[in-house]
């Protein structure tokens, strides 16, 4: 006999027909003989067969007993039943199927029967068993390119966020410690870690619209005169424009578009208020009024963290979502926040630019 052959286990207590059924099948498969249930359990917990013919009427413990113990064991618990009995009315037969049995064969036994239905059973769990290989090999294979199709999407955004940091050189890494922030917030908050991806893209390309604000008024030092200040409110919308047609499964763009809006519609562009806010863009509007105020901009000195702090205690809930900024402070006051170090595009680290000096020492940072 080859090993590459099906294994049945054929268990029954009466010799006759533990012969009967090894004449009938030994040309074509290997076999495997119990004459007690309990052998039954240890042989196929240890050779795994490929299909079991198991006697219901046998001492010490009947085939529906060992039925039920092979399903329960997660080792076991596939291989095919098929009971071999006497027994040929309806209520025997449905109760073997009840405990798991995938077919019945009643004695006397006639060869091309026993024959027909174990080669059925035992080709169908061999497609059984290769289907789930298949499966596995696929959920492997769509893993692996999920996985190159992320890394290209996280390479794709970061060039993005890069353009914007190359015009703008004063706020570089700006982008990536809003994403930093907004994620931190999103976490506090107990979202998905799906939405907080979304949230994390959107925080990385929510200034990509400055690719169209001219760098003289991006790196103009000193106090940005009105006309310029309108200027630069148009890339919310630049920023929508570009990023409203790429098939994101978050509303990336409607964040990008609102993250300069504010609660009491006082915002822009469009003015919206508290109930037509995305709570992406909320906490997107936090994470973002926090870095920038603590940061340096040439058209102001960095004004420290304590700044973005009071400017987030005093207009929560007019300006700002208050389960944000209060989940915010948490992470500022209580939680030790810090940004992660972050590398230009070559590799050299850009380091946040509030200085030490202008945040208040006695805030646990």
């Not at 003289?216 to 009105?226: E, F, H, P, Q, V």
């Not at 500022?332 to 590799?347: C, M, P, R, Y």
Request: proline residues 5%; contains cysteine; glycine residues 6%.
């Amino acid at each position: 006999m080859t090993q590459e052959r099906p294994l049945v286990l054929i268990v029954d207590d009466n010799p006759t027909n533990i012969d009967l059924l090894v004449a009938t099948l030994k040309s074509d498969y290997r076999l495997g003989i119990a004459k007690r249930g309990q052998q039954a359990l240890e042989y196929a917990g240890k050779f795994h067969p490929n299909l079991i013919l198991l006697d219901i009427m046998m001492p010490e413990m009947d085939g529906y007993q060992v039925c039920t113990l092979l399903k329960q064991d997660p080792a076991t618990a596939t291989i095919p039943i098929i009971f071999i009995t006497a027994m040929q009315d309806t209520a025997s037969k449905t109760k073997g199927f009840e405990h798991g049995a995938v077919d019945y064969i009643t004695k006397p036994f006639h060869t091309a029967e026993v024959l027909a239905r174990v080669r059925t059973h035992v080709e169908l769990e061999q497609m059984r068993s290769q289907l789930l290989s298949h499966n596995a090999l696929l959920e492997q294979k769509v893993k692996h390119q999920t996985a190159e199709l992320q890394e290209m999407l996280n390479g794709s955004i970061i060039s993005m966020a890069r353009m914007v940091e190359i015009r703008d050189p004063y706020t570089a890494g700006h982008q990536q410690r809003v994403a930093q922030l907004a994620c931190a917030i999103a976490s506090k908050l107990g979202l998905s870690d799906h939405v907080i991806e979304g949230i994390r893209i959107a925080g990385l390309l929510h200034d990509v619209g400055k690719i169209r604000i001219p760098v003289s008024i991006l790196s103009r030092a000193g106090s940005l005169l009105d006309a310029e200040l309108e200027v630069i409110k148009i890339h919310s919308q630049v920023g929508f424009e570009i990023l409203k047609n790429i098939p994101f499964p978050w509303p990336v763009a409607q964040a990008v578009f609102q993250h300069h809006e504010r609660l009491d519609g006082s915002g822009y562009p469009l003015g919206l208020r508290g109930g037509d806010l995305l709570l992406e863009s909320k906490i997107l509007t936090v994470a973002d009024v926090t870095e920038a105020k603590s940061s340096f901009r040439p058209y102001r000195p960095a004004l420290g963290l304590q700044a973005a702090i009071d400017e987030l205690k005093d207009y929560r809930g007019v300006y700002y979502d208050a389960d944000t900024v209060d989940a915010c402070l948490e992470l500022l006051t209580k939680e030790n926040f810090t940004f992660a170090e972050i590398e230009d595009s070559q590799g050299k680290p850009i380091l946040c630019v509030a200085s030490s000096d202008t945040i208040d020492s006695s805030l646990p940072l």
